[in-house]
């Protein structure tokens, strides 16, 4: 699975290294789900601890060059991604390779230079909590684990912006989105460079709809899915183009659609019904071959208690090579003559009692 994540030592600079961070941010390959406790593909790809030693095996470089290009992910290893190369005393310039969401942001904070295209994008909010089955003390933790970790996003950006914890506590509980020239403005980038073509964005089209950014921001990211898709194949023309047609005509096209998505359904549904029918009469009519012979076992004068120990070999309640019948005086005397004689035939035994 791909890594969010690539640390590389520059063969031609023994002093200087690369580090990427790409896509999702923090996750694991491989978990437990929480309710079976089954492994699992959790979709991510390497934790902080794989990180942190692959930072540690580049040794003593003077300069790391951290490139971004991502939609954020897993705060608490944000946090702790910011902080080994905050700590980190090499020298790091971070470039926002076309956008760096939510703690995507924070993990930039740490570098000492700050990047970004005059049109790429940042997006900076509060921390995000999802659990399930919570009882009322882990809503309350889940909610101070919530405070903590805006607490220490809001540090990064004044660490690096100034301002007050409170100003950007304010900004990130309002998501904010701010193009690359609006976040030089906020103080969060030091360098705007040219503008570079966004087609990278078509990816978060969907992943970053439910944060509504606002038009100008959602505008860059519908033209960069645009300019992303692929050509469209060279079929043919249709016969009659949507643009020349009339009201009228659309609407006959959507009522034909309309109307062979019914027969479909309706043929579908027939099948169904036919084979229903099917089944039922086999049922039925084995039922009624039950009843046709119990009823002629009782005009006989066996009686249904004993049917099923006197009915013929094959017939209801019997097995072929099933062995003789045995029974009491009693019941051999309520026989009438055909039954007694059918009973005989069958080399049934009459026993004492």
Known sequence: MKRWYKVTALADSPKAAEVRLMGVIGYESRGRDWYTGEEISTGGAGTIKEFTKAIEDLGDVAE????????????????????????????????????????????????????????????????????????????????????????????????????????????????????????????????????????????LKQTTARYAPPPEIAALIDNAATASAPPAPPYPPPTAPTDDM????????????????????????????????????????????KIKTLADLQKHGIATATAAALAPVGGVGSTAGAGPTALNKAEYDQLSPRAKASFHKERGQIIDG
């Open 64 to 203: 790391i060059n951290l490139l971004i290009t991502s939609e954020g992910g897993d705060v608490s290893t944000g946090i702790a991604i910011h902080n080994v190369l905050a700590r980190h005393s090499a020298r790091i310039v971070c470039t926002i390779d076309g956008y760096a969401y939510s703690i995507a942001t924070v993990i930039a904070m740490a570098a000492d230079e700050i990047r970004i295209a005059g049109n790429g994008l940042m997006m900076i909010h509060d921390a995000e909590y999802s659990g399930y089955y919570m009882d009322r003390k882990s809503l309350q933790d889940a909610l101070a684990t919530l405070d903590a970790m805006n607490q220490s996003m809001a540090a990064a950006y004044r660490g690096k912006a100034g301002g007050t914890d409170e100003e950007w506590l304010a900004r990130m509980e309002q998501t904010v989105w701010l193009t690359g020239k609006q976040a030089a403005e906020l103080g969060l980038v030091d360098v705007v460079t040219d503008d570079v073509a966004m087609t990278a964005l078509a990816p």
């Open 246 to 289: 009339t009201k009228e005509e659309i609407q006959s096209l959507i009522s034909e659609g309309v109307t062979t998505q019914i027969t479909a359904l309706k043929t579908e549904h027939a099948q169904e019904v036919e084979q229903l029918k099917t089944e039922l009469t086999a049922t039925i009519t084995a039922q009624a071959a």
